[in-house]
Structure formats: structure tokens, C-alpha cells
């Protein structure tokens, strides 16, 4: 049996609010709030990136799965904010924990899915028997242009999973991937800003692709949307997993555990796995849960878990994940937030 | 500024705290040393704990050029809960209300950005809990 042994989750305590956002460009903020299902994000500190918010989540799955950090085999980060164009987050995130030097590393990048395409490959490596246990993360530090309707969801946040076969929290009992080349969203080469093709995200790119991953899956478990405790899709925005939870056959009570984007924002690669994270802070032994990703361009990656008993012994080994959403928050002005984002920057000599 | 020599020699330090601990009379070091005042030679390499209290602080206000963008901030000196003193900048506080006896930990962040093309330097600094 193959299945998560640690896990963890890390998020930057600044937030600002989409009133505050909203105020800056002249924009409805009660009917963006409404229509997004979004209140307020988590933004990172100047000094905070994938790398740094990564190696804390790590240490938080460390610390639950009770393992030396040398026994690490695979360490693999999904993200689309990864700092350097060229060199990887991994090396960096392998020292930092002490995993290096019998280490394979990869950074993985697919929009929101990257994170969970480390989590389906590390689990593939760790069933393989190539190695005894793998991390795998999801981390962003995403940006919306200035006034895009991305500006108001596109968060930071990092989730991390190590894998195992000895005490496992969650088995995984099934994997199954969805994907056709859809051009949703994507960003170019040295631009910094991502662009989208707006109503063309919707239905035939996220709501496709995870319904196509949500129902390919159940439909191999031979598992109906009532045989789950929890499902966990990506969130975008508030309204987004409600929705394609809805059109599924899953009632919000299942969703909502995971649903951290109203308070949070999409951390995009974070995304699902830190509302994977959210759930097995509460979940108990036996629980079923369905976590579907998405990711533009397109594709979803959908897993079946199995909670185990060993899950009661481990959740309070670090922060749970919705008392750092809820806890010491520090709430920031646009202004604050622009020059903590580089979106204005002071003139240098 | 830094070399990307100089800054992956200090890594074992920067990325994961790791200390002298002296094999005959049992004291920590860190920065790591090569003599031990009991005069032993011997070390073990040890990793500090990485939560600890705020012993004393200072708030920089006209900082070096390369972090003028973060000015006011704190450096502290920290004592980890295995007794290891450290330096480090405080982050993700107000600096006006910062206080002795502040309990921290250790994060790992970002300490410096060399110019526009230049590597990215991470390291440890304190955040209080
Ligand atoms: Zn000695």
C-alpha cells in the first residue's frame, strides 16, 4: 500500500481584502465578492517565494511523517512562480530540509496542476520501489495584472506531501489523469503578467477537464459522489468548486472543509493540495476523499484517499492548515501590497 | 556583495542551522569553529532548534544600499531553545512594537536579491509566533 505518510502546509500572513483591491480601480466590490465567492488573499512578504514557502511546508510534513529527511528519494515542486528562470527551486528546497545529496529533484510546471503532477509522479516512484519515500509540493506566488479580474484570487500559499508505504495517514487507492490541449490561459516568455481568454476558462476548460477527471475516476473506483467524506477540487474562485461540485452530485458539506479560497485566494500549484491538507485536519480513519486539480492548458489529475487511524497521531504535529488561514493575520493597503508584489518599484541610481 | 562562491560555502549554516558541537566538553558553535575553548579539535555537526526568544534588538533605519527597500526593520540577537545564540533580522512584525522576550522561530526566506540578474540568496531569519 502506497499513500501519504506527512503532510503540510504554509501560507504568507499578509492579506489584503478585494474592497481594498476593488477600491483602486473604481470596481464593484460587493458584486465582485458575489459573483467571485472571494473575500479576502493571503499575499507573501518581499522575502517569501516558492522556494522559501515550500521548504516551510515540507518541514511541517516532516514533522508529521517522523522521518529523517536523508531517507527522502525524490523531491519534486510544482509551481508556476518558480524564482529563477533558469536553475531549480528543488536543489535549494533539498538542501534547506537536508534531503541532498541521494536525491532525484524535478520542478514541475502546468498552471494550477503542477503541484499535483509531482504528487502523481513521486507516488509512481515511491509504488515502483525506486525509493523509499518522495515529497512532492504545490507552491505559487502568483500574480493578476493590475485590475484584472486575477488580481482580486491570485494568491501564495505552498502544500506538501511525502509519500510512503510504512504509516501511511491516506492510502492512495486510485490516480487517474484527464488532459487535451486547451488554450485557456498562459504566459510568454518574459512577460509578467499571465493573460487568459476570460469566459473561455469556463466550460470547456475547467469545468470540462475536472468533470472529465471526477467522473473517469469514480466511474474505475466504481465510487459514487455519496461514497465520499470530502471532495477537493481547484479553486480558482469561491464559485468555480462549488459549482463543478454541484453539477457532479457532491453537496456542499463535502466541499467544504477544503474550501479555503473565500479567505485565501487561488495559490494556483497550492491550490487542491492545500484543501487536501484542510481536510485531513479534520477527516477521520476510514474517510474517503476525491481530489480532482486543474490546470490550464488543460488537464486534471484525480486521486482517491483513504484516511487511516495513524492520522489522529499525527495532525497536531504541526499548524493546521485553516488556524494559519484564520490566525495573526496582517491586513495590507494597495499601496503596501503593489510594492511588496513589484508592481511599482523606487527609482535606483 | 555576495559571490555565488562565497554564499554556497555558508549553506550547511544559512540553510539548516548546523552548529560545532564539541565531542569532548559538549559546547555548541555557531558559526562552527576549529578549536574548542577546552582546546579539543573534535566537532559534531548538530542542527539547532529553530524556535527560540528574542534577547535583544536593534530597528535599522538608514540601511546598506541593498536593503534600503526593507528599512525600518529589526536584527536581533536570538536565544534558541537549545541555548545557541544567533543573529538574525526579525521579519513579518511591526518593529515599533517589537519586545524583548518575544518568542520566535526560524523561517527560511529570502535574504538578498543581487541586482537584476544576480542569484537569489536565502537563508534564515526570525518571525514571531
Ligand atoms: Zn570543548
Known amino acids: 500500500m502506497v499513500g501519504i505518510v506527512g503532510y503540510g502546509a504554509y501560507m504568507p500572513r499578509n492579506r489584503i481584502r478585494v474592497e481594498e483591491i476593488a477600491k483602486v480601480w473604481g470596481a464593484d466590490a460587493p458584486s465582485y465578492k458575489r459573483g467571485l465567492m472571494l473575500e479576502e488573499k493571503s499575499v507573501p512578504s518581499p522575502d517569501q517565494d516558492t522556494i522559501t514557502m515550500s521548504v516551510e511546508a515540507s518541514k511541517h510534513a516532516l514533522r508529521r511523517a517522523g522521518i529523517d529527511p536523508q531517507e527522502i528519494g525524490a523531491v519534486y515542486i510544482g509551481s508556476e512562480s518558480h524564482p529563477y528562470a533558469v536553475k531549480p527551486s528543488g536543489t535549494v528546497v533539498a538542501e534547506a530540509l537536508g534531503a541532498t545529496p541521494e536525491v532525484h529533484t524535478a520542478d514541475f510546471e502546468f498552471a494550477c496542476k503542477a503541484g499535483s503532477e509531482g504528487m502523481y509522479v513521486v507516488l509512481s516512484q515511491v509504488e515502483a520501489g525506486h525509493i523509499s519515500y518522495g515529497l512532492a509540493i504545490g507552491a505559487d506566488t502568483s500574480q493578476g495584472a493590475p485590475g484584472d479580474a486575477l488580481e482580486y484570487a491570485a494568491s501564495a500559499g505552498a502544500a506538501a506531501f511525502i509519500f510512503g508505504k510504512q504509516n501511511i495517514v491516506a492510502s492512495v487507492d486510485l490516480t487517474y489523469a484527464f488532459m487535451t490541449d486547451t488554450p485557456d490561459f498562459w504566459r510568454r516568455e518574459y512577460q509578467y503578467y499571465p493573460r487568459h481568454a476570460s469566459r473561455f476558462t469556463g466550460e470547456p476548460a475547467y469545468f470540462k477537464h475536472i468533470t472529465g477527471c471526477a467522473r473517469g475516476i469514480m466511474e474505475k473506483a466504481q465510487m459514487k459522489p455519496e461514497d465520499f467524506a470530502y471532495a477537493i477540487f481547484h479553486q480558482p474562485n469561491g464559485k468555480f468548486p462549488m459549482r463543478v461540485g454541484k453539477m457532479l452530485g457532491f453537496k456542499r458539506e463535502q466541499i467544504e472543509p477544503g474550501w479555503l479560497v473565500p479567505k485565501l485566494g487561488n495559490t494556483y500549484s497550492g491550490s487542491s493540495p492545500m484543501g487536501l491538507t484542510a481536510t485531513l485536519d479534520i477527516a477521520v480513519p476510514g474517510d474517503k476523499i476525491l481530489m480532482c486539480s486543474y490546470g490550464s492548458g488543460a488537464g486534471s489529475d484525480g486521486f482517491i484517499f483513504t484516511v487511516t487511524d495513524r492520522i489522529e497521531e499525527v495532525r497536531d504535529m504541526a499548524p493546521k492548515t485553516r488556524v494559519m488561514l484564520d490566525s495573526n493575520k496582517n491586513y495590507l493597503e494597495y499601496g503596501t501590497y503593489a510594492k511588496f508584489r513589484g508592481k511599482i518599484n523606487k527609482i535606483t541610481e | ?129
Open chain 2, 1 to 129: 556583495m555576495v559571490t555565488p562562491a562565497r554564499y554556497w560555502r555558508e549553506i550547511p549554516q544559512r540553510y539548516r542551522l548546523e552548529a560545532g558541537k564539541c565531542t569532548r566538553c559538549g559546547k555548541t558553535y555557531f558559526p562552527p569553529r576549529l578549536v574548542c575553548a577546552c582546546g579539543a579539535r573534535e566537532f559534531e555537526i548538530v542542527r539547532l532548534k529553530d524556535e527560540g526568544t528574542l534577547q535583544t534588538f536593534t530597528v535599522i533605519r538608514v540601511a546598506p544600499s541593498q536593503f534600503v527597500d526593507e528599512a525600518p526593520y529589526a536584527i536581533g540577537i536570538v536565544e534558541l531553545n537549545d541555548g545557541v545564540r544567533l543573529t538574525a533580522q526579525v521579519v513579518d512584525c511591526d518593529v515599533e512594537h517589537l519586545e524583548i522576550g518575544q518568542k520566535v522561530k526560524v523561517e527560511f526566506r529570502r535574504i538578498q536579491t543581487v541586482g537584476e540578474a544576480g542569484i537569489l540568496c536565502y537563508g534564515y531569519k526570525c518571525v514571531p509566533v
